[in-house]
C-alpha cells in the first residue's frame, strides 16, 4: 500500500476533470474505460504460460509480424471496450491497417483512440515485461464520423496519452497535460491506486538504452553518439550504463524514473527506423515532454511531426533532453547524408 492518501485512478481522473471546466463526462469515461481494459489485459498475462494464450498465431500485422494470441486478445479488448461507448469517433490499432470505424449501430463521440495494444508481444514467451501504449486526440473533422484528419494529427495536439506497462506489477501512466501520474494495480482489491504522483525524469540520467547489435548499420553520427554515451571518447564525462530489454515500454518506463535515453534510430537501409508515430513515438513523447524530458526523430521533436500515414514509421530518441539534443547534435554533425534522405520521408514525398 503507498504511503500517504490512497488515491484510486478514477478519483484521479475525475480530479484531473476539475481542472478543465469545460470538460464532459466523455473523457473521464474514456480514460476510465482505458484502465479497465487495462486490468481485463493485465489478468491475462499475468497467467499467460498457464492457459491457451500463448504463443503465435497464423496471422501476421501489417508489418509482417507474426501475431501472438495475447496481441490480439488485448486488441479486442480494447475494441470491445470502447466501441459502444459513443465517446469515440473513431479508434486506430497498430495492429489494424486502416481506421477502426465506430460500429453504425452506435453513437460517435468527440475523441479519436490510437493504440498499440501489446507492444514487445515478441517478448511474451519468455517472460518478459510488455504494454500497452495509448494516445487521445480530439475530434477536427466537420462529419459525424471520424475521419483519417481526425487521427493524423500532430503529438502537440493531444488531449492525452499513456502506457500500461504489465512487468513485476502492472502500472498504468498517464498524462492529460497536467503532469505525469503512475499508478500501481492492486490486484487484490482490482484497483490501480496513485503510487507515482507528478512523474519527472531525474536531472542526472543513468541508463542509455539501444540495441548495439546493430552498431554496423548505424549512420556514423549515431556510432559517435553511443561512444560518448559510453565515456569511449574521452574522460570528462561519466559514462552511462546500457540497459537493453527489447520492450519499448518497459525500457522507456525505466529510464522515465530513473532517468536516461533510449534510442531506436533511423539508418541509411531504414532512414525511418522501426517505432510507430500514431501508436509508440508519439504517446511516449508527449509523456515524456510532461515529465520534462524530450522526443526526437533526430532532425527534431516528435511533437512537432505532421502524420501522413497511419502506419508511418518514425526513428525515436527519448529521454533526458540534454541527452537527447546532445543525440541531434551528433547527427547534425556527421549525419548529412542520412538526414537528406530521411526528410522526404518525414514530410511524407517519398516512402
Ligand atoms: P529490436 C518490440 O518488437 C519493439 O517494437 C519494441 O517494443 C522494442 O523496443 C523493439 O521492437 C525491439 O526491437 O530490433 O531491438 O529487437
Known amino acids: 500500500m503507498p504511503d500517504g492518501k490512497i488515491l484510486t485512478i478514477g478519483r484521479h481522473i475525475l480530479d484531473q476533470q476539475k481542472l478543465?471546466?469545460?470538460a464532459t463526462g466523455a473523457f473521464t469515461g474514456l480514460l476510465h474505460d482505458i484502465a479497465l481494459a487495462a486490468k481485463l489485459i493485465a489478468q491475462?498475462?499475468?497467467?499467460?504460460?498457464l492457459l491457451d494464450i500463448l504463443g503465435a498465431t497464423e496471422g501476421?500485422?501489417?508489418y509482417g509480424e507474426r501475431q501472438q494470441k495475447l496481441d490480439l486478445f488485448a486488441d479486442?479488448?480494447?475494441?470491445?471496450?470502447n466501441d459502444h461507448t459513443g465517446r469515440l469517433c473513431v479508434m486506430g490499432s497498430e495492429e489494424s491497417e486502416e481506421l477502426i470505424p465506430i460500429p453504425d449501430q452506435f453513437e460517435a463521440g468527440k475523441y479519436v483512440l490510437l493504440f498499440d495494444p501489446l507492444d514487445g508481444s515478441s517478448n511474451i514467451d519468455v517472460n518478459v515485461s510488455i504494454g500497452t501504449i495509448f494516445a487521445i486526440h480530439r475530434k477536427i473533422s466537420a462529419g459525424e464520423r471520424g475521419t483519417l484528419e481526425d487521427a493524423l494529427q500532430p503529438a502537440s495536439k493531444l488531449?492525452?496519452?499513456?502506457?500500461v506497462i504489465y512487468g513485476s506489477s502492472?502500472?498504468?501512466v498517464y498524462s492529460t497535460g497536467q503532469g505525469v501520474h503512475g499508478f500501481t494495480l492492486d490486484p487484490s482489491v482490482g484497483e490501480f491506486l496513485l503510487s507515482h504522483e507528478n512523474i519527472q525524469m531525474p536531472p542526472t540520467p543513468k541508463y542509455y538504452s539501444a540495441n548495439q547489435g546493430y552498431t554496423k548499420k548505424w549512420t556514423p553520427g549515431i556510432q559517435a553518439y553511443l561512444n560518448w554515451l559510453q565515456g569511449l571518447d574521452s574522460?570528462?564525462?561519466e559514462p552511462l550504463a546500457g540497459r537493453y530489454i527489447g520492450s519499448l515500454v518497459a525500457d522507456f518506463h525505466r529510464n522515465l524514473l530513473r532517468g536516461g535515453v533510449f534510442l531506436y534510430p533511423g539508418d541509411m537501409k531504414e532512414p525511418a527506423g522501426k517505432m510507430r508515430l500514431m501508436f509508440e513515438a508519439q504517446a511516449l513523447a508527449f509523456i515524456a515532454n510532461q515529465a520534462g524530458g524530450y522526443a526526437s526523430d533526430g532532425v527534431g521533436s516528435i511533437l512537432d511531426i505532421q502524420p501522413h500515414d497511419l502506419h508511418q514509421r518514425v526513428p525515436l530518441i527519448v529521454g533526458n533532453r540534454d541527452l537527447v539534443e546532445t543525440a541531434e547534435n551528433f547527427i547534425r554533425e556527421h549525419d548529412n547524408e542520412w538526414v537528406k534522405t530521411y526528410l522526404p520521408i518525414r514530410q511524407g514525398h517519398t516512402r
Open 159 to 163: 488531449v492525452a496519452a499513456g502506457y
Open 235 to 237: 574522460d570528462d564525462h
Open 44 to 49: 491475462q498475462t499475468t497467467r499467460a504460460g
Open 60 to 62: 501476421e500485422n501489417i
Open 20 to 22: 478543465y471546466p469545460h
Open 76 to 81: 479486442r479488448v480494447i475494441f470491445q471496450m
Open 170 to 172: 502492472t502500472m498504468l
